[in-house]
């Protein structure tokens, strides 16, 4: 029986991809990176170390140390924090209220670290999340495509792996649930083609956020 719905936030709740992939490419190459925008697509769901160790592997042949990843990821947010304020995604509100109208807990679990994003949350969807009901890069010690922060959000949620779906629209996001036996909603809000969520493992792919409570309500039913 379905007890929870666990929400990744970029490209899911809010409209944040394009801002987050113009910053990590004006980053690497404040670095002397070459990283492109359709990287930072393949690459979302990382933490903002998993991305940079990725980056210095490839440009140095080695891990980042702390100190570099503080760095960067600095430049990155610094970027990040001067592009316009993401707008929510359309039918996000509405998709959240079906969740709560069904008697279901709403679970965050991002791979963001962006303070100011986070924070915003409670503007945007007033009462939905609270710490208790988030993960994010401050709380793991792996990254998607890793399963440990679906598994997280099952703990705080209470429920076990079939008691749940989450809804992603990154190809290692799907992955990283798909690894943590959670059916995977993908919505594809992003460029990337249709077949890098199927290929990821997504049970179902709705055309938008807004099919999401018709999805949902024909889910339950089926039960
Ligand atoms: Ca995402």
Known sequence: MLKAVLFDMDGVLVDSMPGHAKAWVKAAHDVGFSLTEQEVYINEGRTGDGTIN??????????????????????????????????????????LRSVQEAGLKCILVTGSGEKAQLARLEKHFPGVFTRETMVTSFDVCHCKPHPEPYLMGLRKAGVEADEAIVVENAPLGVQAAVAAGIFTVAVNTGPLPESALSEAGAGIILPSVKAFPEFLNTFIHKQ
Not at 73 to 90: D, F, G, M, R, T
């Open 54 to 95: 990725i980056l210095m592997q490839r440009e140095r042949g080695r891990d980042a140390t702390a100190d570099e990843v503080k760095e960067i990821y600095s430049i990155k947010s610094h970027y990040y924090n001067l592009e316009p304020e993401p707008p929510v995604i359309e039918g996000a509100a509405e998709m």
